[in-house]
């Protein structure tokens, strides 16, 4: 068996942020924590690479 593509299973998220309703686009890999550039409120966590996406996704990009 052979890997004909290697594509990283990665993408970007519009998230809207449950607190202040603020919708931002994150990277869902993230190495940090993500928080809203408006309140604060945590949007992302990194989780063994795979963001855990804290707020509500709207739309994803691939
Ligand atoms: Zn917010």
């Known amino acids: 068996m052979k890997d004909l ?3 990283p299973d990665s993408r970007f ?3 809207v942020c449950r607190k202040c309703k603020n919708e931002q686009i994150i990277f ?3 190495a940090t924590v993500v928080k ?3 309140c604060g ?3 992302a966590e ?3 690479g795979e963001a ?3 707020g509500k996704v709207v739309t994803t990009f691939t």
């Open 52 to 54: 855990l996406i804290k």
């Open 36 to 38: 809203c550039t408006n």
């Open 28 to 30: 869902n890999k993230v």
């Open 13 to 15: 998220v519009r998230v």
């Open 5 to 7: 593509v290697t594509m």
């Open 41 to 43: 409120e945590i949007l």
């Open 46 to 48: 990194p989780r063994g």
